[in-house]
């Protein structure tokens, strides 16, 4: 009777074991979740998680209007649509760093008011150097 209750309860072990390795098999079938399975978000919506302060989904409306001022900026100047966002980025810590809360879009936005609207790309040299004078302006 003992060996008969030994045999079920190993029996009943085993099947657990098989079904945890069988789970494992699967989740492991499904890919791994890692960095190279995810999606990346786009500049744009780094953009407004910057400006925001925390997480913004892909469809949220502010990620179109980073979409419309990088588009905006990429049209006059000469950077890359990364180096106009890195730029803005910077810009917006420097005004940070002297007092000044800007928020992220409004920078971005007074960027490109302070660039000729007849100006085509690159016609004023570097975009950087006019959010240069512009921060400078602010800050004194």
Known sequence: MR????????????RRIV????????????????PE?????????????????GYVSADDPLVGRFSGALDRLEAKCPESRQQLADIGV???????DSGL???????????RAAIPN????????????????YVTLRTG
């Open 3 to 14: 060996l008969v209750a030994n045999l079920e309860d190993f029996v009943g072990r085993r």
């Open 19 to 34: 079904t945890v390795l069988m789970l494992l098999a699967t989740v492991a079938a499904c890919g791994d979740p890692g």
């Open 37 to 53: 399975n995810t999606i990346e978000p786009s500049l744009e919506q780094k953009l407004a998680t910057v400006h925001s302060g």
């Open 90 to 96: 910077k810009g917006r810590e420097l005004l940070r």
């Open 101 to 111: 809360t800007e928020p992220l879009l409004a920078v971005f936005e007074n960027w």
């Open 118 to 133: 007849d100006t085509e790309d690159g016609g004023v040299g570097l975009c950087a150097d006019i959010l240069a004078v």
